[in-house]
């Protein structure tokens, strides 16, 4: 009989999500705008361990004791990440990621770098984003702090 497997601690647990979502939202894009989606995504994640608002915006009113449990609740958090919902066209890329796709280790390599912290920020904080292709009404007359590999990073609205 073999053991049980050894469950994943939190840091783990946030970094296998981070990846699938990553690889599901810009895996087919260059390396520097997932590394930009990873640092929003740890953005919001200290954000909402910071302030209880942003912990309701970001991280579906979750009150995390770390950043790696406020980056679970980000990524978990409706609305946060569209391949996230069952009816977005990539969420067949977020449930079941194919393992020998060389991009879904480009995105497990970035969010290894995001965990231990050696991720740069090239966003400077952005917290909104979109892929360029659709344009959301919130994102008119507003300039993207970056513009990068298809997406847009945003600083909080005004």
Request: aromatic share 6%; proline share 9%; with cysteine.
């Amino acid at each position: 009989m073999s053991a049980a497997p050894a469950a994943m601690t939190a840091t783990e647990a946030a970094e296998a999500l981070l990846a699938r979502i990553l690889y599901a939202e810009a895996g087919g894009r260059p390396a520097r705008a997932i590394e930009a989606l990873a640092a929003l995504a740890l953005t919001r994640a200290r954000l909402a361990l910071a302030c209880p608002e942003a912990a309701l915006r970001y991280a579906g009113g979750e009150h995390p004791s770390s950043t790696a449990r406020a980056l679970l609740a980000v990524l978990r958090a409706p609305f946060q990440f569209p391949t996230r919902h069952p009816r977005h066209p990539n969420h067949a890329r977020f449930v079941s990621p194919p393992e020998a796709d060389p991009a879904l280790a480009v995105c497990r390599r970035i969010a290894r770098r995001a965990m231990a912290g050696t991720l740069p920020d090239a966003t400077g904080g952005a917290v909104l984003w979109h892929a360029e292709e659709f344009l959301p009404r919130w994102a008119m007359g507003r300039v993207p702090r970056l513009a990068t590999g298809g997406l847009c990073f945003y600083a909080a609205a005004e």
